[in-house]
């Protein structure tokens, strides 16, 4: 694999390590650190766009090929597993035991438990499973210096230190090397069922969608997507796409009531694979803007927008296009962050990304970010440049 396939955002490195065990990844880092080199970490390159272009990179860690479970106590609903396994692997094998990982995201056959945890990735199982450092008991990592740490526990019940694991959610391997993860897990459903109902715009989806949360009926999953990025998956009209989990008893009931309070809702199931695919699509377009606000106000973040993904009822959502200047990412992004949000430049084509910061408005206030950064990172080994404030 030759060194391009590592360039991040228009940088190169000048080598790659492919490590298969902790031991070779401590190493890798230190002697990066030892001699001055900036390291970006790899691991299903699902979202790698995310971030800055890096001030340095020299060596692409690649942790792909450690992947495995270490240990599955199925009795405890808890798992330890190498940061390369696949969210996909992941489920596969837990499904054998009536269990789940209940974080969901864009490509899971590619995108890594390891990548999941450190770039906070967004996804519908939010609106009822929260974020993904929620399901995260403990984690393994190395620092920049090439010192492997231990944060958190193997059980529920873990209050010894720092929550360190919490800080490191949404660092994107800025601060550490995620190596092992100790996950909470979750009883995989007796019964799910995917609605699909159509609208003639996407504020009457989420009119419909409002009034079912309001009467109290229980959502695993909601998608909703308007016309422009409906096309994206060969639909047309916006688009509701709900999800309902449960006991079987459960499930019929839920699918009754959606049935009732959605207009046009089809009472089959939604073609298999779509909301895999709508959760593709700001992956796909040329831009996708992800805003995040309080739920309460993402309706008047989203005024005005065309090309949405929202996922309901999680505070996130997505604006996709195939191209976009500097004027259009500043007005979504003042949309949201005058209304306690944030708008993140996921994907863009490098052209814009030099004239864009990837992040906007540090929700951290800088001197206290780079303090956390020199603390964890004192050489700035990792990821350097990369993050809010050229960190």
């Not at 396994?85 to 789940?100: H, I, P, S």
């Not at 990735?121 to 450092?133: N, T």
């Not at 695993?220 to 409906?230: G, K, L, N, Q």
């Amino acid at each position: 694999m030759g060194l391009a396939t590592y360039a991040v955002n228009g940088a190169a490195p000048s080598r790659h390590v492919a490590p298969t065990s902790v031991d070779a990844v401590v190493a890798a880092v230190r002697e990066a650190d030892d001699v001055g080199q900036a390291v970006v970490c790899f691991g299903g390159r699902t979202r790698l766009e995310v971030g800055n272009t890096p001030a340095r990179y020299d060596v692409a860690l690649d942790l792909g090929a450690l992947s495995g479970i270490v240990e599955h106590e199925a009795g405890d609903l808890t798992a330890t597993v190498l940061a390369g396994t696949t969210v996909g692997d992941l489920a596969r094998t837990l499904a054998d035991k009536g269990q789940m990982w209940p974080v969901e995201v864009a490509r899971p056959r590619s995108a890594t438990v390891g990548g999941i945890i450190a770039g906070a990735a967004p996804g519908p199982s939010r609106l009822r499973y929260a974020h993904p450092r929620d399901w995260v008991l403990g984690i393994r990592a190395v620092r920049g210096d090439g010192t492997l740490t231990k944060a958190g526990g193997k059980v529920v019940k873990n209050v010894t230190g720092y929550d360190l694991t919490r800080l490191y959610a949404g660092t994107y391997g800025s601060l550490c090397v995620i190596v092992e993860a100790n996950l909470k897990l979750w009883p995989l459903p007796d019964s799910e069922r995917t609605l699909l109902s159509r609208f003639d715009d996407i504020a009457a989806a989420w009119d419909a969608i409002e009034a079912l949360r309001r009467e109290g009926v229980e959502l695993d999953a909601v998608v909703t997507a308007d016309r422009a990025a409906a096309s994206y998956v060969g639909e047309i009209g916006a688009l509701a796409l709900l999800r309902l989990r449960g006991a079987r008893p459960v499930v019929a009931r839920l699918v009754d009531a959606v049935s009732r309070g959605l207009t046009g809702c089809d009472p089959d199931d939604a073609r298999p694979g779509l909301l895999e695919e709508l959760v593709d699509v700001p992956f796909r377009a040329g831009v996708g803007l992800r805003l995040a606000a309080p739920e309460s106000r993402m309706r008047e973040v989203l005024q005005g927008a065309v090309g949405i993904v929202r996922f309901d009822g999680a505070g996130t959502a997505f604006l996709v296009r195939e191209k976009a200047d500097e004027t259009w990412v500043t007005r979504w992004r003042d949309a949201a962050e005058t209304r306690e949000g944030s708008a993140i430049l996921e994907r863009a084509p490098l052209s814009l990304r030099q004239r864009v910061d990837t992040w906007g408005t540090p929700i951290l206030p800088r001197t206290l970010a780079a303090r956390i950064k020199a603390a964890l990172d004192p050489r700035g080994t990792l990821a350097p440049g990369r993050m809010a404030g050229g960190l």
